[in-house]
């Protein structure tokens, strides 16, 4: 017996292991005083020093408030007067729409993002005409004939998805109490809407109070939802770290995860406390039995009452009213204002001292977001929903949104600094007469291996074929990539468009896989396991090998003699941006000696500005005091005897696309 | 006994098709008490909450001295109500509850729109008065959950009168309470009533607290008063078979009224006192259980068989059978199961009524025990009554 509960208890022990050691594991990793979120160097607070200098997370935190707070006090006063309303309908009507009330909470969050992105998106598509027509016969108000995604449809996606919640803790309270309350205050003199104040909204307060938590940690939460419908222009916490993750994992993002984690974990503790105390109370009133009182609680009650308690109580009332008010006051102006342009990019693709100079010198707000992908980015824009300014997409990209007629030409009048970009960098394949775009960085792919794990030098991709480091490699997660590559080293073009070259590299490839060459496939997981000295081998940009190299001094990076892929991010303007001219004013800024320089710094890539690429060691060694070793120097720009052995991709016609597509499948891994 | 204050006329109330109260007539005076007594959905509680204005009839008019009111919200009423299981509300304490209905301005009554707001020391006077007079000084600052049932019950009582109504009604005032606090609150709401000098309308199932507290019983059941009197009246001069088998126990058999003052049973002819009757007329006979001497078989007028005895404390409840009949005697002599034994009874035993629909549907004791159990249980009742006013939202 005593055996058993032993095992029993630690079976519970196990499963709360279970629930809670990633947390732990975040929690720990968020005092690193390395870069790593794999290797310990020590205790420091320094992510959370980083936390609060980081103007994304300060941003996002702030819509996030705001948008939280704004939701939960509209959707707990329409929740509560809809479960009133619907508790005064007969039972025929109040249970089937109390189910109906629930569905939401159950359907997926990926659906009601959609479905609300979607809505909203055909909404706008129908407002124009709405609007001219509203503004042709009164001129009191001037609607905008544009609408698009931002904080005024995430807040009413937020309203409709805090509501279901508000109801289904208000519901219960009603049901609990007493029909003949509303009755007795009637006929102590009450109309309804005064017995609604004095009786039912006391008697149903705890449920208010409860349903306004739950809402408000919903809010703060949500991810889903909140990523289909902020638009390009507002981005709410869970979008900035899920955004910092695709790049890598710094301990900043254990930093603000940690505190997400207990903002939310303090208000449930609240909430619970809260509701034990009512149930306790609820259950002696049920059983009519006097309950026993606190001396002290009496005490304080008859304190309440004197005149001094109530200015007290009414005080403090006034004073949280104020506090909320001047919180969202605050919050939205600084949220919302000022002119703005509004930029996406990747994450950790900039030194963030640049967004507030540029602020401060123009007075131009930045909206500046993130996404994963050059894919991602481009279903984005096929949705409708983002209304950016300015795109960083990758060269291929640019290509086939040039060819859609999605880009915008730019007024090279506006930007001077074009100048100063290297010849090399302008008139490439992707934009040939170079109208819509203006270099942002350039880099190349190659092996990244660990020195440690492997006796020879590598000098050629047969390594990732080998069995010799079999189970040691990391494919890269991405058709084009993986490919391209094995095309390079069997001597084809990486932009060949003869279906039997890359038949014939993809048998190399799955030639590999079934010998169990291949670790797996990955793309950010690369940076955990190669700093961990998990897999000898991957394929990954220069850039980021840098950056890897800070936690783990023995890894090495190659061009391989066959040759490989160079590529150029370079920013463009979607058409029709509602920004134009701050779009040109933000990318003449950035395409600056003085950003190029502090960007090549902050992120390891290589500028395309001239002066930039030549100043740099110089730059480094006055704002460090130490040489810059030029071997790392000549990684991070490639010279030109390199690049002349690399390719770029250029757009692949769509029946190539199809079949890189087909075969990336059947590879399967 | 004096003037009277409301009066409902023709009042029927239907709910989904059910018909509550039927076309009912009915008046009540000032400072009296009244109780409407009936089972379970017999409509006494419907007629309550008309009177309160918490329910507009179907169909009749009220008046209250004289004035229709049909349309006149609860809080434009000058009747307080105590609601079953007394609806305080928990979120005040004993003070603040008594003070809620002073606290809200009222009309001046006048016809003026302005509004009459009590002083706070006015407030403070009366609730503390009345705090006095439900026995409740001391109590102000206590919460509601930390009261018992009876305390709870008094604070209702005090919520109420505090606004100094015309009338004061109670639903099931001592339905949540205990045997011997009932029996206590029962003297408690008498005195009160006599202190305030106003009307109480106390609507109850128990028989017992109808004919202890009131100075009037109206008896209803199925929606149609069945009879309207003082206890006294109502206990001796059953008007049917129904309120003679709710008030008090009885024994109903068939009968025949040969002449005045002659009644035959088990053709068997008795001296009665009862009279006015056609000759020959069949009727229905009550004859209580305590107005029965046991003889034995030889001096009786009936004789029959003992089948059930149980010991009652002052008396025994005796069930005899008498010609496949089974009456309930009630007698201070001991006769054990099997002895044969006659009966007498007095000419003033005898109460002979008109027959009824309700005629040979009660007073027989062949399933007595099941229905005596059904009588002393009043959570049966209750649960069912809860479902009742449900029904009525």
Redesign the interface.
């Known amino acids: 017996m005593k055996k058993n509960r032993f095992g029993g208890r630690a079976l519970i022990a196990l499963c709360f292991l279970f629930l809670y050691l990633p947390i732990l594991l975040l929690i720990f990793f968020s005092f690193n005083a390395g870069g790593s979120s794999a290797v310990w160097r020590g205790f420091s607070l320094r992510w959370y020093g980083e936390l609060f200098h980081n103007r994304l997370v300060i941003e996002s935190v702030a819509t996030t408030l705001l948008v939280s707070l704004l939701a939960t006090a509209i959707a707990t006063v329409a929740g509560t007067f809809a479960a009133v309303g619907i508790y005064s309908l007969?039972k025929k009507w109040r249970d089937p729409i109390l189910v109906v009330n629930d569905l939401p909470m159950m359907n997926a969050d990926i659906v009601t993002g959609v479905a609300l992105c979607l809505f909203f998106v055909a909404f706008f598509r129908g407002w124009g005409g709405i609007a001219r027509w509203l503004n042709s016969w009164q001129s009191l108000i001037d609607f905008p004939e544009r609408l698009t995604l931002g904080l005024g449809t995430l807040l009413i996606a937020h309203v409709s998805f805090n509501l279901p919640y508000v109801i289904l803790n208000v519901a219960p309270r009603l049901r609990q109490m007493?029909?003949?309350?509303v009755?007795?205050?009637?006929?102590?003199?009450?109309?309804w809407i005064?017995a609604f104040f004095?009786?039912i909204l006391?008697?149903i307060?705890p449920g208010i109070v409860s349903g306004a938590l739950i809402a408000f940690t919903m809010s703060v939460d949500d991810f889903v939802i909140s990523y289909f419908t902020a638009g390009s222009s507002t981005q709410t916490l869970a979008m900035t770290i899920y955004g910092m993750t695709k790049k890598r994992v710094t301990p900043v993002v254990n930093a603000v995860s940690t505190l997400m984690f207990l903002a939310v974990m303090i208000v449930l503790i609240i909430n619970n406390v809260r509701s034990a105390k009512q149930a306790k109370?609820a259950a002696?009133?049920a059983s009519?039995e006097?309950?026993?009182?606190n001396p002290r609680v009496?005490k304080f009650?008859?304190w309440m009452?004197t005149p001094r308690g109530k200015l007290t109580r009414r005080v403090t009332a006034a004073a949280l009213c104020a506090a909320f008010l001047v919180t969202v006051v605050f919050l939205t102006a600084f949220t919302t204002s000022r002119p703005v342009v509004n930029v996406c990019s990747w994450g950790e693709y900039i030194d963030e001292s640049l967004i507030d100079e540029f602020e401060a010198e123009t007075g131009i707000r930045v909206n500046y977001q993130t996404t994963d992908s050059n894919e991602t980015l481009y279903s984005l824009l096929e949705l409708g929903g983002a209304d950016y300014d300015v795109i960083v997409p990758s060269d291929y990209m640019i290509s086939q949104l040039i060819e859609e007629g999605r880009l915008e030409e730019l007024d090279y009048s506006q930007i001077p600094n074009f100048e100063l970009i290297d010849p090399r960098f302008r008139n490439l394949p992707y934009d040939p007469e170079n109208k819509y775009t203006v270099p942002y960085t350039w880099g190349t792919v190659g092996i990244i291996y660990n020195a440690a794990m492997v006796d020879e030098e590598i000098t050629s991709w047969s390594a990732l074929y080998d069995d010799k480091y079999a189970g040691q490699v990391l494919l890269i997660n991405n058709s084009r990539d993986a490919f391209g590559i094995a095309l390079k080293y069997l001597g084809y073009s990486m932009n060949t468009t003869d279906p039997n070259e890359i038949r014939e590299a993809y048998e190399l490839v799955a030639d590999a896989n079934r010998r169990g060459v291949f670790q797996g496939k990955v793309m950010d997981e690369v940076f955990q396991t190669m700093e961990g000295g998990n897999a000898a081998f991957a394929t990954y940009y220069a850039g980021d090998y840098l950056s890897m190299l800070e936690n783990n001094e023995d890894l090495r990076f190659v061009i391989p003699e066959e040759g490989s892929n160079w590529f150029v991010d370079a920013m463009c303007v979607l058409k029709d941006a509602p920004n134009y001219d701050n779009a040109m004013k933000w990318i003449n800024f950035i395409a600056s000696t003085d950003a190029n320089l502090r960007n090549m710094d902050t992120i390891w890539y290589a500028s395309p500005n001239t002066k930039a690429l030549e100043l740099y060691p110089s730059w480094y060694e006055e704002q460090y005091g130490e040489e810059l070793d030029p071997d790392i120097y000549a990684i991070m720009a490639a010279p030109q005897e390199v690049l002349d052995r690399c390719e770029m991709y250029i757009c692949l016609p769509r029946n190539i696309r199809k079949l890189y597509n087909d075969l990336w499948i059947d590879l399967g891994i | 006994m004096s003037k009277e204050l409301i009066r409902l006329k023709d009042v029927t109330q239907v709910f989904d098709g059910e018909t509550v109260l039927k076309n009912v007539n009915i008046y009540f005076n000032d400072k009296e008490f009244l109780t409407l007594l009936g089972p379970s959905g017999c409509g006494k509680t419907t007629m309550l909450r008309i009177i309160?204005?918490?329910q507009t009839p179907t169909s009749g008019d009220v008046y209250f001295n004289g004035e229709r009111i049909n349309d006149l919200?609860?809080?434009k009423r000058q009747?307080?109500?105590v609601?079953?299981?007394y609806?305080?509300?928990?979120?005040?304490?004993v003070?603040d509850n008594v003070a809620?209905?002073l606290r809200?301005p009222?009309d001046a009554g006048d016809g003026s729109k302005e509004k009459i707001k009590l002083s706070k020391e006015e407030i403070d006077q009366r609730v503390r008065e009345m705090l006095e007079v439900v026995s409740l000084k001391g109590f102000e600052?206590?919460?509601i959950?930390?009261?018992?049932?009876g305390?709870q019950q008094r604070v209702a009582i005090a919520?109420?009168l505090v606004?100094r109504p015309k009338v004061l009604l109670l639903d099931e005032p001592l339905g949540?309470l205990d045997m011997r606090l009932r029996k206590d609150m029962q003297q408690e709401l008498k005195r009160i009533q006599q202190q305030m000098g106003i009307t109480f309308i106390n609507v109850t199932h128990d028989q017992e607290e109808a004919l202890a507290m009131s100075d009037t019983v109206v008896v209803m059941n199925e929606g149609v008063i069945q009879q309207i009197g003082t206890p006294e009246d109502l206990y001796n001069e059953p008007k049917n078979a129904f309120v003679a088998d709710f008030i008090g126990e009885s024994n109903i058999v068939d009968g025949i009224m040969r002449e005045d003052k002659v009644v035959e049973i088990f053709n068997r002819r008795f001296a009665c006192l009862d009279s006015g009757f056609e000759k020959d007329e069949p009727v229905d006979v009550v004859i209580r259980p305590e107005d029965v001497d046991i003889v034995s078989e030889a001096e009786g007028q009936l004789r029959g068989v003992v089948t059930s005895v149980t010991f009652k404390g002052v008396h025994y409840d005796t069930i005899v059978d008498f010609y496949g009949f089974k009456w309930l005697i009630q007698t201070t002599d001991y006769c054990p199961v099997d002895s044969h034994i006659g009966i007498k009874i007095d000419p003033d035993g005898f109460h002979v009524m008109k027959k009824s629909k309700y005629s040979g549907m009660f007073g027989d004791y062949s399933s007595y025990s099941e229905e005596y159990d059904e009588i002393n249980d009043p959570t049966i009742i209750d649960e069912e009554e809860a479902e009742g006013a449900e029904d009525e939202?």
Not at chain 2, 145 to 149: E, K, P
């Open positions: 007969s007493d029909s003949n309350l009755d007795a205050a009637q006929d102590l003199g009450c109309t005064q004095k009786v006391p008697e307060k109370i002696k009133r009519m006097p309950v026993r009182e009496v009650r008859e009452a | 309160g204005g918490f919200p609860p809080y009747v307080n109500t609601f079953q299981k609806a305080l509300f928990p979120h005040l304490n003070y809620f209905g809200i009222k600052h206590r919460s959950a930390s009261l018992s049932g305390q919520r109420a606004n949540a939202d």
